[in-house]
Each structure stands twice: as structure tokens, then as C-alpha cells.
């Protein structure tokens, strides 16, 4: 069975940073890529950043880019946002998901159950 | 970015109403949509990909139709446990974007 849980969301203040983690297991990690996926309060779905197979490429949303930064531990079956220069409008529920196919873009055919950042002072 | 349109945003029907829930993307994205089902609490759940295949496991109520830029997800019999808000997302052109969302519920 496939799972992805996600961790390491909480309360930052603005300027601030934050590492999130999401362990996969229940399918071969290093094959797919992997996003991360967030949704502000009561909004729709955002991607925001996706990651290939083997951690080479990476991809980001013009609204995080040179702020956010996406790994992945294939020995370890987790994927990380490392967050910096968090903002109000960061504030959302980060979603990793996993690409159905080998390529990022694509659709996502699993999701875990997110965590929450929320930036304010 | 490609913009994607849901509308409405709100949608009651009745438990076996055949509802259908338009998708409408800012330029030709051939057949690269999906559609998503989100549950208070819960991630999305994919329901259809390519515009027209079953993800495995979903009940056949649930349909897609639609390419270029106009796209419907059709629930043939409304039932109790489909209430939830569905999305639409196009992949076909970097950054994967997503629709507003509509949201289903009985009246």
C-alpha cells in the first residue's frame, strides 16, 4: 500500500525558515518524481515544487523560486522542502504528492495527508 | 501559466442527479487533465487522468470527457459519499496548474 506522510510543518515568524519531510513507502521511491503541493485556507491547489527520480532536476513555481529548496534521501524513501524567507501568503497545507509516471509533470496519483506551515508574528 | 476555470464554485444536487462539473483551460492542453476529489481533512484523490481514464479502484459513476480546453467530470448517480469539492489540473505545459475547485453537495 502506498503512504506518504508528511512532517515537520508549524508556526514560523516571516523572514523565517522551516524543513519539511514526507516518508513514502509501498512503491519503488527513486523511479518517480515528487512534488510538493500546498493549499492556503480555504483555496484551491498550488503546485510548488517537483523533484526528478534521482534527485538531479528540479523545478519550482515562480512564487518560491530562489526561496524554497526541494531534495530528496532515496536510500531513506523521503522527499524535503527546505523553506527560507517565509511570508504571510506561504501560510498553507503542504501536500507531497507523487508523480504517476517517471517525469514531473504529470498528474499526481498519490497524496499524503499534509502539514500546515503558517507564517505570522 | 495556463489558467484553469471551474465555475461553479458551488453545486447542490440530489442523491442519483446526474451531475456534471465543467473544466475550462486557458489554451489547448490536448487530452493532459485530470480530475481530483478532496474530502474535508483529506489529500486529493485522483478520480480520472488523460481526460477520459479511470484511475484504477474509482467507481464507474464517475467519467471524464473533453480535449483541447473544455473538459466535463460527470457523476452519473450522485451518491451520499461523492459530496466533496473535485479539481481539474492540467499537465500538459510546465507549471501544472489547478482549477478553483466546485464543490458538491446534497440538497
Known amino acids: 500500500e502506498v503512504q506518504m506522510v508528511e512532517s515537520g510543518g508549524g508556526l514560523v515568524q516571516p523572514g523565517g525558515s522551516l524543513r519539511l519531510s514526507c516518508a513514502a513507502s509501498g512503491f519503488t521511491f527513486s523511479t518517480y518524481a515528487m512534488s510538493w503541493v500546498r493549499q492556503a485556507p480555504g483555496k484551491g491547489l498550488e503546485w510548488v515544487s517537483g523533484i526528478s527520480g534521482n534527485g538531479v532536476t528540479t523545478y519550482y513555481a515562480d512564487t518560491v523560486k530562489g526561496r524554497f529548496t526541494i531534495s530528496r534521501d532515496n536510500s531513506n524513501n523521503t522527499l524535503y522542502l527546505q523553506m527560507s524567507g517565509l511570508r504571510a501568503e506561504d501560510t498553507a497545507l503542504y501536500y507531497c504528492a507523487k508523480s504517476a509516471v517517471t517525469r514531473h509533470l504529470s498528474r499526481f496519483d498519490y497524496w499524503g495527508q499534509g502539514t500546515l506551515v503558517t507564517v505570522s508574528s | 501559466d495556463i489558467q484553469m476555470t471551474q465555475s461553479p464554485s458551488s453545486l447542490p444536487a440530489s442523491v442519483g442527479d446526474r451531475v456534471t462539473i465543467p473544466c475550462r483551460a486557458s489554451q489547448d492542453i490536448s487530452n493532459y487533465l485530470a480530475w481530483y476529489q478532496q474530502k474535508p481533512g483529506t489529500g486529493p484523490k485522483l478520480l480520472i487522468y488523460?481526460?477520459?481514464t479511470l484511475q484504477s479502484g474509482v467507481p464507474s459513476r464517475f467519467s471524464g470527457s473533453g480535449s483541447g480546453t473544455d473538459f466535463t467530470l460527470t457523476i452519473s448517480s450522485l451518491q451520499p459519499e461523492d459530496v466533496a469539492t473535485y479539481f481539474c489540473?492540467?499537465?500538459?505545459?510546465?507549471?501544472?496548474?489547478f482549477g478553483p475547485g466546485t464543490k458538491v453537495d446534497i440538497k
Open positions: 488523460a481526460a477520459s
Open positions: 489540473q492540467q499537465y500538459n505545459t510546465a507549471p501544472s496548474t
